[in-house]
Nanobody, 122 residues
Framework: QVQLVESGGGLVQPGGSLRLSCIAS????????MGWYRQAPGKERSFVAA???????RYTYSVKGRFTIARANTKNTVYLQMTSLKPEDTSMYYC????????????????WGQGTQVTVSS
């Protein structure tokens, strides 16, 4: 079972930046598609970004051009660089291993880490 540890969250002003990190252990990291999700209070967890094993990426529309996902296979780590942050980006952020269907849609593994809180507020 993959162990996931997210870090890097915090309180930032609108327009600011943060870089989230997620260390994954217990799997062949380089072979995995990895993704970031977020969940705001009272809302369902939603997809933010994904990076495939071939380093191709995908983003939800609301973060395109502001967030960048990257991976360091030698460190078993996936990153989420967030810039031009908005109050609506306030959420708990989670990473996970992703499966991909034949049609190209992602599904997250059943087990989640503890997440890291991002709060965007003046």
């Amino acid at each position: 079972q993959v162990q996931l540890v997210e870090s890097g969250g915090g309180l930032v002003q609108p327009g600011g930046s943060l870089r989230l990190s997620c260390i994954a252990s217990g799997s062949d990291f380089s072979m995995n598609h990895m993704g970031w999700y977020r969940q705001a209070p009272g809302k369902e967890r939603s997809f933010v970004a994904a990076i495939n094993s071939d380093n191709s990426t995908r983003y939800t529309y609301s973060v395109k051009g502001r967030f960048t996902i990257a991976r360091a296979n030698t460190k078993n780590t996936v990153y989420l660089q967030m810039t031009s942050l908005k109050p609506e980006d306030t959420s708990m952020y989670y990473c996970n291993v992703l499966g991909m269907s034949v049609g190209g849609s992602y599904s997250a593994a059943a087990s989640w880490g503890q997440g890291t809180q991002v709060t965007v507020s003046s």
